[in-house]
Nanobody, 127 residues
Framework: VQLQASGGGLVQAGGSLRLSCAAS?????????MGWFRQAPGKEREFVAA????????YYTDSVKGRFSISRDNAKNTVTLQMNSLKPEDTAIYYC????????????????????WGQGTLVTVSS
């Protein structure tokens, strides 16, 4: 199983970035979920957003609601995180992850419930 994250970079506050995560080597089911987590320097890893592999359920941490949007492409086994109105506090390494399932609306926010992790991509937002 491989998760390949891409799209990080340096952006000014108020700008946008799009992160993508391509999964290979596994088949995801209806109750699988893909999520994004981030870890800022000196801080613990935190949940950012998640989406189930079927249906339209999405979940976000409060600090990114209204600014970030997660979507998926089942045919390509890809999840995208569109990040708008970026703030310096969004600076972190962003990781994509897969929970094979069965995931729930509660477990999608728990990092230890995820089975596979990507290598991380750095997002830096300058003020």
């Amino acid at each position: 199983v491989q998760l390949q994250a891409s799209g990080g970079g340096l952006v000014q506050a108020g700008g946008s970035l799009r992160l993508s995560c391509a999964a290979s080597g596994l088949t995801l089911g209806s109750y699988s979920a893909m999520g994004w987590f981030r870890q800022a320097p000196g801080k613990e890893r935190e949940f950012v957003a998640a989406i189930f592999w079927s249906g339209d359920r999405t979940y976000y941490t409060d600090s990114v609601k209204g600014r970030f949007s997660i979507s998926r492409d089942n045919a390509k086994n890809t999840v995208t995180l569109q990040m708008n109105s970026l703030k310096p506090e969004d600076t972190a390494i962003y990781y994509c992850a897969i929970d094979k399932g069965p995931a729930t609306g509660v477990t999608v926010g728990i990092g230890s419930r995820y089975d596979y992790w990507g290598q991380g991509t750095l997002v830096t937002v300058s003020s």
